[in-house]
């Protein structure tokens, strides 16, 4: 065996080093690199989505148009939600630490289907160049929703270029999804038992089974829009004979799912995260295994919450808001379980502790405000308002991009055999919290106030809070910024890792780090709960040494 | 308007109202945020690595406190629910005596007309103290009408009137947006609601320069389009070779229509009868009716549905 596992340097043989070529990389089947290419992509459209949000934070710090023409504007903002939704969110956590982990946590050598992961992110790539063009050409106007008919008969930007991205983007989900799955059905590991599985598996095949679901809505909503502005066949303009609200009812019935395609691996994430760093077992595991399935199924039935004042019949409005008082309680089952899991630890607060518990109490937040936009009479006030802008942010970015960045850094060792530096860790972790916070928080307030969303221009009155917010996005993006220097140093200057250097459990600390091409030695058989973290010993040992 | 609130004007019956479910929700919230924040605060400092608190083996049965935090936060959101669904019923069915306005939405301004004729363009006086009934609709794409002091929202639709309704509770000048994004200048597309004391408000109808009346305008459109032709003229004979159903009476009863299921006679059914006449025929009647579509704007379908509105009080002709 040791002519496989080391290199002709005498360095042990990992993926990293398994070949330098650039077609080594292009042509890989191996879901390690695979998922180094995502993270490589997605950090690119994070950064020019970013660029964006820059942008229209600037003009939004004095009420009067100063810095962009209102059709400028309108494009900045529409291109930062695709981009950022469909380019960054969506594939965030599936496509890199999903794609990365899940072979090595159900202790197989790959994905299922190691050629359609490659192709997944082909076609991912091919979106994403339909997507620059779109930009290049003009960029979109409609916002991210493409609400009709503005979409379909009035908009003089680049619509049909932004859905073609899109529609070939959602393709690279969907092979993603069906990997995924797979994986967990056929590729475990002898005594890998559904409930011995980590919950980011558990997380992560809730949100592949959406993908596989909800994504085909979303295909084949952006066909009919692109059939009614390009040949003038009515389906949602009225002037055609089509019906508006049809539209909305296709859209959100894909886009209301996906909002739990972005934040439940990100729930994965922290559950790793916290049980690891409290060195404590998560508490209720079974509820907190079930609700990513609740969460799944529930968020299917609750579009219609996004359509309150849209004309749709008020008893519809009754039915959707119930659903989703119902769909909060799954989530708030995971708050509550995270938070006893705290209880008689051994908590170090390492970098990726700080955003998970950052990630908490944001995701709390924004899940609680979630409640008011499901409360009907509140959500007429406050609906297509800052107040949702703050709301959703406070889930993706507060809740999503934390535990994005958190896991990035927990597995960082694992995906490079280097360690991050901790310091500068725990530094980007707290501006970033900080800078989130003074960004949106405000948000809520300017919402209340009655300040709508998507507006260029505004009225005075709403100019503190606006100039707040803008200020906090500055030290966002410091905060952002920062990890792509220290990581990249971290790759040649990082100490070394060894396989497991945060003492964690799971299939994924048991191989080398990186790991091998193949990820095991030998074949790793489980015989144990999940989380089999003792802070009695830890402390013991601490004590000992 | 007050300086720097963190609240907008209190200016609606319903203001009040929503505020104090927000506050509810603000409270609810605030104590299972303080909740959950001030437990990890209290479990990272007490269970910090290398602290000599006591820590046992793992709990393994979890169900009696799963139970309770997933049985009260169930109870606390039916609550919330059914409050916040009884305020949004309310919010959706005007009264009946509340006076009617008309909105046409389009890019990137809001038009009104009062019942005596009125029209205002982005601004819109209305009196205090009495319900007032916005019927919506727009000219091109989605627009919606937000007044946030009076807490109401609504999306008005191409091709499908919505409505919303609301009671001005202080006179003053408030806000008026344009919430849903309908393209280049939808910040632009703002406007300001004027309430004023009831006395005012007939001031300022008498001031303006009003025209005929909605009804009335309405009237001579039916004549000119030739609607009376087959919908029986004013004042003709009565039943003789109908071609058409009477309209008078007629709005808010409910009609059999060929294919036998019955529909109210609102707003919407009879904009639909003008511009797509074949698709909902009234039982017994032929479809011999043509499209009007193109032939009249959204005013004039506001004018025409005044006028059938009118008759059912029995003022243009008698049965």
């Known amino acids: ?545 | 308007m007050e300086n720097i609130p963190l609240l907008p004007d209190q200016a609606s019956t319903f203001a009040a109202d929503v505020d104090l479910l927000f506050f509810a929700l603000l409270g609810i919230s605030g104590l299972i945020t303080a909740g959950v924040v001030t437990a990890i605060v209290i479990f990272i400092v007490r269970y910090r690595r290398g602290s000599d608190a006591p820590r046992g083996a793992a709990p393994i049965n979890t169900l009696k406190l799963e139970a309770v935090w997933i049985i009260i936060p169930f109870v606390l959101s039916m609550g919330i629910y059914v409050w916040a669904a009884s305020l949004y019923f309310q919010m959706f069915r005007p009264p009946d005596d509340a006076l009617e306005i008309s909105v046409v939405g389009q890019q990137w301004m809001w038009k009104f007309q009062h019942p005596e004729g009125q029209r205002e363009i982005n601004e819109l006086h209305v009196p205090v103290g009495r319900p007032v009934k916005l019927l919506l609709i727009s000219q091109d794409v989605i627009h919606s009408f937000y007044v946030p002091a009076f807490r109401i929202k609504q999306d008005a639709l191409p091709g499908q009137y919505t409505t919303v309704w609301f009671e001005a509770t202080r006179p003053g000048e408030y806000h008026l947006f344009c919430a849903e994004y309908c393209g280049t200048d939808h910040a632009k597309m703002v406007g300001t609601v004027i309430a004023l004391d009831p006395a005012g408000y007939q001031q300022w109808l008498a001031e303006q320069d009003g025209g005929p009346s909605v009804a009335s305008a309405g009237e001579q459109l039916f004549l000119d389009l030739g609607c009376q032709s087959c919908h029986r003229p004013p004042g003709a004979a009565a039943e003789g070779q109908r071609r058409a159903p009477s309209l008078v009476g007629l709005f808010g009863t409910s009609v059999t229509l060929a294919s036998g299921e019955t529909v109210t006679a609102d707003e919407g059914y009879i904009r639909r009868s003008i511009l797509n006449p074949q698709a909902q025929i009234v039982a017994g009647f032929r479809p011999i009716m043509p499209t009007y579509e193109g032939q009249v704007s959204e005013e004039d379908l506001t004018a025409l549905i005044g006028y059938i509105r009118s008759l059912e009080n029995g003022n243009s002709e008698n049965e």
Do not use: C
Request: no cysteine; net charge neutral; hydrophobic share 50%.
């Open chain 1, 1 to 545: 065996m040791t002519s496989v596992t080391t290199t002709s340097q005498g360095q042990e043989r990992h993926y990293l080093n398994a070949g330098y070529s650039i077609r080594s990389w292009l042509l890989t089947t191996d879901h390690k690199r695979i998922a180094i290419l995502y993270l490589l992509t997605i950090t690119f459209f994070f950064f020019v989505g970013g660029a964006m949000a820059t942008l229209f934070r600037l003009e939004l710090l004095t009420p009067a148009a100063d810095l962009v023409s209102a059709d400028t504007y309108n494009r900045l903002f529409s291109m930062h939600g695709v981009i950022m939704v469909w380019f960054f969110l969506v594939p965030a956590i599936p496509a890199t630490l999903g794609n990365f982990l899940v072979p090595l946590m159900v202790g197989a050598s790959d994905m299922a289907f190691p050629r359609l992961n490659l192709a997944s992110w082909y076609i991912f790539l091919l979106g994403g160049l339909f997507t620059l063009t779109m930009m290049i050409v003009g960029g979109v106007d409609t916002g991210w929703t493409f609400y009709t008919p503005y979409s379909t008969a009035f908009s003089n930007s680049a619509v049909i270029l932004a859905i073609v991205g899109v529609f070939i983007a959602g393709f690279s989900s969907i092979f993603t999804g069906i990997n995924i799955i797979v994986t967990v059905h056929k590729l475990r590991a002898p005594g890998l038992t559904w409930f011995r599985l980590p919950l980011f598996i558990w997380a992560n095949y809730a949100t592949s089974v959406i993908m596989v679901l909800a994504t085909p809505i979303l295909a084949i909503t952006l066909v009919l829009v692109a059939v009614e502005r390009l040949l003038g066949i009515g389906i949602f303009d009225p002037a055609l004979g089509g019906d508006p609200l049809l539209f909305q009812h296709l859209f959100w019935f894909y886009s209301h799912p996906a909002v739990y395609i972005m934040i439940l691996p990100g729930m994965g994430v922290v559950s790793e995260m916290i049980a690891a760093f409290a060195r404590r077992p998560v508490f209720g595991y079974k509820f907190v295994a079930l609700s990513s399935v609740a969460i799944a199924v529930v968020g299917f039935l609750v579009w219609g919450h996004h359509m309150f004042v849209s004309g749709q019949s008020i008893y519809a409005g009754m039915v959707f808001s119930f659903l989703s008082f119902l769909v909060a309680i799954p989530s708030a089952i995971k708050v509550f379980n995270w938070t006893a899991s705290l209880h008689g630890g051994s908590i170090a607060l390492d970098t990726p502790m700080l955003y998970a518990l950052g990630f908490i109490g944001l995701f709390t937040m924004g899940g609680l405000t979630g409640l008011y936009l499901a409360s009907l009479a509140v959500d007429v006030h406050v609906h297509d308002t800052y107040f949702i802008v703050a709301h959703f942010h406070y889930i993706m970015v507060g809740g999503m991009v934390m535990a994005y960045i958190g896991g990035l850094h927990y597995w960082w060792p694992k995906f490079t055999g280097r360690l991050y530096p901790e310091w500068w860790g725990r530094i980007s972790a707290i501006l970033i919290f900080f800078g989130f916070n003074l960004t949106f928080f405000p948000q809520f307030i300017l919402g209340y106030q009655g300040m709508p969303r998507r507006y260029h221009v505004y009225a005075p009155e709403f100019q503190v809070l606006n100039v707040m917010s803008t200020a906090g996005a500055s030290i966002l993006a410091v905060g952002y910024i920062f990890p792509i220097f220290y990581l990249l140093w971290s790759l040649r200057r990082g100490e070394r890792a060894g396989p497991n250097p945060w003492r964690a459990t799971g299939l994924e600390w048991q191989t080398a780090s990186p790991p091998p091409p193949h990820n095991f030695e030998r074949q790793p058989v489980v015989s144990g709960q999940p989380y089999d973290y003792d802070a009695v010993a830890t402390e013991e040992s601490l004590r000992d040494e």
